[in-house]
């Protein structure tokens, strides 16, 4: 039956459990209502947002029966996707190992065992890159599904010293007269000795020439929508990691346009995890970005890498961070449903993917289907769309043998998951 909830109305509701996109799952007479701020188990009072034919969704206003793992948040939940700061964070990974668990089941019909492990993180400090937007000069994040700017620091995604620097590249904009900012890309290096600023300006303005040097920030580029160019105003825009995986020293370096993952504190964990379930043999590594799963794996020596990616800022690192193992790690400057496509391009042993959080599209899963590599690792940003994916591999011959998880996103609802398939014969 439609809903019979109305916006602004106020029920008492039960939480059940997470489901993806950071609200809870509770019913009222029947009617499903997704709430924000709650945790399983708990009794609250919600306020309706929206009402939709068939789903309500609404906010908590007051807790009636408060979960033991309940903790004062001190932020506004909704900046910056924050949707479980309100959660203990041991809760937090056992709330997104359900989500992993649910969607496999609903999706993909694969049954996981419980619980899915999920590596934990450093609720404070851990973000390397963010989007952040502008507004009256100020730049910060959106509250969950509006356009209303919030205090990026508050949520405690970045250093206080990224915060501090942000800060600067306000006020010397506002000095300068810049006009037109729309948003900042922020990119740093591990270590934060390094830290890049990208400021997008919407037509017509234009980039200024030349900025003064800004401590804290090591390159300042401008995005100009007029000529449709970066423009370098000061020092550079790339920034540089050293790290060691497995014991082999690595480095990447990057522009600040460039994708890259967003946690200092598991990255090395994410990509020695990857390393270890790449069989020997030929490896295809499909949305290679700057190379981090590529690279590394030339660092310990390995032979027969492919990488493929087909944005033009990360190609061109990739081809810059792969050049001292040529021989070892050919570079495909190309989209990856176009490079599979190609005739020439042999089976490999294990195929890594790290799609965007659309996940693959069905001529990139054709593609790999004809492959027919023995494994396929594939790194997902979206559990939704893995499951997805995950339910076409099934069905053509491929069996889940592994799947683990990482909270890159400490107190957000966003989760990534790192899932092997085996062919069946």
Known sequence: QPSALSPDSEVIVTAEKPVAGGRMLARHEGQIVFVLGAIPGERVRVRIERAEKYLVYATTVEVLEPSADRRSEGADLACGGSLYAHVAYPRQLMLKSDVVVDAFGRIAKIRLPLPVPVTGSPEHGYRMRARLHASGGRFGFFREGTHQLCDAGA???LLQSTVDAVGRVESLLASKGVSGVTACEVSENISATERAVLIELGAPYTAPVTLDAIDGITGIAFADHQSDRIVHAAGSPYVTDQFASAGVPVTLTRHVRSFFQGNRYLLVRLVEQVLEHVSDGDVIDLYAGTGLFAVSLAATGRQGLVAVEGDHASARDLEGNASPFAGALSVEHASVERFLQR???RRPATIVVDPPRTGLSRDAIAGILRLKAPRLVYVSCDVATLARDAKSFNENGY?????????????????EALAVFDTSS
Request: hydrophobic share 40%; glycine share 4%; proline share 4%.
């Open 155 to 157: 949520t405690g995604q």
């Open 399 to 415: 069996r889940l043998s592994h799947i683990e998880a990482f909270d890159l996103f400490p107190n957000t609802a966003h989760v």
């Open 343 to 345: 005739r020439d391009v």
